[in-house]
């Protein structure tokens, strides 16, 4: 059975410039969290994604988004990249979301220059 | 809010010794927990859950203790390897979010 995994695994953006972030899920999950990871802040939770609608959502601006397709693959798109926002990005697949196990992918390394 | 704490930030155990990893949680709502291994450069990984109506789980070569009373969780490694260097998070799930700790760093000493 496939892992979760997340494409791509690097990237290096600009600030004011805006970035997309893929997940797939292990399949048959059909929650998606997001999650942000810097170096003392732990894992910070952004949102939640069941059955393409968002169930929860964290304390990240506006310019944190995201959306579930019908395949329960996940995107998380921010926009006007600010230095702030280098970080390990990573996702989360379980079957129900709630009381169930999670499994984490590898995680996308955001750096913002 | 939810707030997941760790008592120690890093533990050097020799191998071979017995790891005790502490944690603390404040929401006494949260009725799941998940401890995760996290290595240099990778997710997170699963190592063991326990809900909230058992006290103890045991899997291979690690234990989790849930002490809802004082709200205190511990994933107890037996015979601490060298490959159990990481850094070890414990999550509580509320609704459909999990809180997580900053994370404790085990160092095994040859």
């Known amino acids: 059975k496939a892992g979760v995994t997340q494409t791509p695994r690097y990237l290096i953006k600009t600030r004011g410039q805006q970035v997309t972030l893929s997940c797939s899920p292990i399949?048959?999950?059909?929650?998606v969290s997001w999650y942000q990871q810097t170096p003392g802040q732990g894992l910070q939770f952004l949102f939640e994604?069941?059955?393409?609608?968002?169930?929860n959502k964290g304390n990240f601006p506006g310019r944190f988004s995201g959306r579930q397709f019908s395949n329960s693959r996940s995107e998380m798109n921010v926009s006007t990249l600010e230095l702030g926002d280098s970080a390990l990005y990573l996702c989360?697949?379980?079957?129900?979301?709630?009381?169930?196990?999670?499994?984490f992918g590898q995680g996308t390394r955001l750096t913002v220059v | 809010g939810e707030s997941v704490g760790l008592h120690l930030p890093t533990l050097s155990v020799q191998e071979g010794d017995n790891s005790i990893i502490n944690c603390a949680y404040s929401?006494?709502?949260?009725?799941?927990f998940i401890w995760y291994k996290q290595e240099s450069g990778k997710g997170p990984q699963f190592i063991i859950d326990i809900r909230s109506n058992m006290d103890k789980r045991q899997g291979q070569r690690v234990t989790v203790l849930l002490n809802k009373t004082v709200k205190h969780l511990s994933l107890q490694i037996a015979a601490t390897q060298p490959g159990d260097s990481a850094v070890y998070f414990c999550?509580?799930?509320?609704?459909?979010?999990?809180?997580f700790g900053t994370g404790t760093s085990l160092t095994v000493i040859p």
């Open positions: 989360a697949s379980s079957f129900w979301g709630e009381n169930t196990e999670a499994f």
């Open positions: 399949s048959g999950h059909r929650s």
């Open positions: 994604y069941f059955s393409e609608t968002q169930r």
């Open positions: 999550a509580e799930n509320t609704g459909n979010q999990f809180y």
């Open positions: 929401n006494s709502a949260s009725d799941y």
